[in-house]
């Protein structure tokens, strides 16, 4: 397990008048406006996120181990970055995210956070072992990793004196091995559709107190019923702040959906009845087939729908490089999608492209490449298309 962190609770904010005491009567001044270290690196707080910083620094003032859950998009990063900030000199601080957010992280601590030193502790064992060696004693103020590595290195890292420990998406958690003394974990789920989960992370936060997962679940297993809601209302008011898109955003247009009904190519029409003309015993069966097997009929149909290209045996030209005017005409809705970028485009739009396959796409960006559409990949599964 992980050492605990300092016990007091003592720091200064550089622009504001705010200060915490260890002592048993906590001063504490309310943020009313942005403080000038944010307003310093050029970013602004929304009113909600300037709520959601004051009311970290109370709990942390407090002792009271917290779940920031606000609904995703609403900036818990951003958030839980400003919130170490304004702890200066309070670390060394240990984030701990999925691998595949940590280039996000390393992003916004450089863009809230630019004189903190950041630490980004990945790689095989020899270089994080080299990594903590070379930073003893310890100069940096944030250890940016993932949580798998936190567990596989709890014996390397135990000796530093952890003030805070932040967990981003930390719904995943199953159990507790964390001794650090003050912990802020991050979820945009609903925790209260899952009772489990909720569990788990209580007893992450306050094992002493939440340490029966039975007796939790059978307490609130009505939770349809307005007195047990009010009770784990009660019960997590300390410990859970959670504000939605639609209570902070008041003034936002509702979303609108625009289902388009797109013409298949000719090549995706042979690819379909190909698929049909194949299967054709399985989807005739009076038992209705197997379900596996129609299951992948349906993926394979949803694939042609999608691009034809997506299928090993697609056209390729002799260079193996998928030609760019046919790679866009042989699906019908990525012909559509190129005339509505260049519309959009030219309207000065910004444009979100989601897409359930990877492989999809990675046929997508090469569309986009031909069609001299800049793109860029901010993370992992979501491309921007400009």
């Not at 009313?32 to 602004?44: A, L």
């Not at 952890?162 to 967990?167: E, G, H, K, T």
Request: aromatic share 10%; glycine share 6%; proline share 4%.
């Amino acid at each position: 397990s992980l050492n605990k962190g300092p016990t007091s609770r003592t720091g200064v904010l550089k622009g504001t008048e705010w200060a915490l005491s260890g002592e048993p009567r906590v001063q504490r001044m309310r943020l009313s406006e942005q403080p000038d270290f944010v307003t310093s690196t050029g970013g602004t707080l929304h009113l909600y996120q300037l709520e959601g910083l004051n009311w970290l620094r109370f709990s942390w003032a407090q002792g009271t181990d917290t779940i920031l859950a606000d609904e995703m998009g609403l900036g818990k990063t951003i958030q839980t970055i400003v919130f170490l900030y304004s702890l200066f000199k309070e670390g060394p601080f240990l984030v701990s995210a999925p691998l595949s957010t940590i280039i996000n992280w390393e992003r916004e601590f450089e863009m809230w956070a630019p004189d903190f030193y950041v630490v980004t502790y990945t790689g095989d064992k020899d270089r994080r072992k080299e990594d903590l060696q070379t930073e003893a004693p310890i100069k940096f103020h944030v250890l940016l990793t993932s949580y798998e590595l936190v567990t596989i290195d709890q014996t390397a890292l135990k000796s530093i004196d952890w003030a805070c420990l932040v967990v981003d998406e930390a719904h995943r958690l199953k159990n507790n091995q964390s001794k650090i003394d003050y912990k802020l974990l991050l979820t945009g789920t609903p925790l209260q559709n899952n009772l489990e989960e909720l569990f788990h992370l209580l007893n992450f936060l306050t094992p002493n107190r939440f340490n029966n997962l039975e007796g939790f679940l059978e307490e609130f297993a009505d939770i349809s019923k307005e007195d047990q809601i009010k009770k784990l209302h009660d019960l997590l008011g300390p410990h859970m702040l959670r504000r939605l898109k639609a209570d902070v955003f008041k003034n936002m247009p509702a979303k609108t959906e625009l289902i388009v009904r797109v013409e298949l190519s000719p090549m995706q029409k042979k690819y379909y009845k190909l698929i049909l003309t194949k299967n054709f015993e399985a989807l005739n069966s009076k038992g209705g087939g197997n379900q596996v097997s129609l299951l992948n009929i349906m993926m394979d149909l949803k694939k042609c729908c999608n691009h034809p290209y997506l299928f090993p045996e697609s056209p390729k030209t002799p260079s193996g490089a998928y030609e760019g005017s046919a790679l866009t005409k042989a699906s019908g809705k990525l012909t559509l999608l190129q005339k509505m970028l260049r519309k959009l485009k030219e309207q000065g739009h910004r444009v979100l492209v989601f897409s359930q396959v990877r492989l999809h796409t990675d046929t997508n960006e090469r569309a986009f490449t031909h069609a001299h559409t800049r793109w860029v990949s901010p993370c992992a599964d979501v491309k921007l298309v400009s």
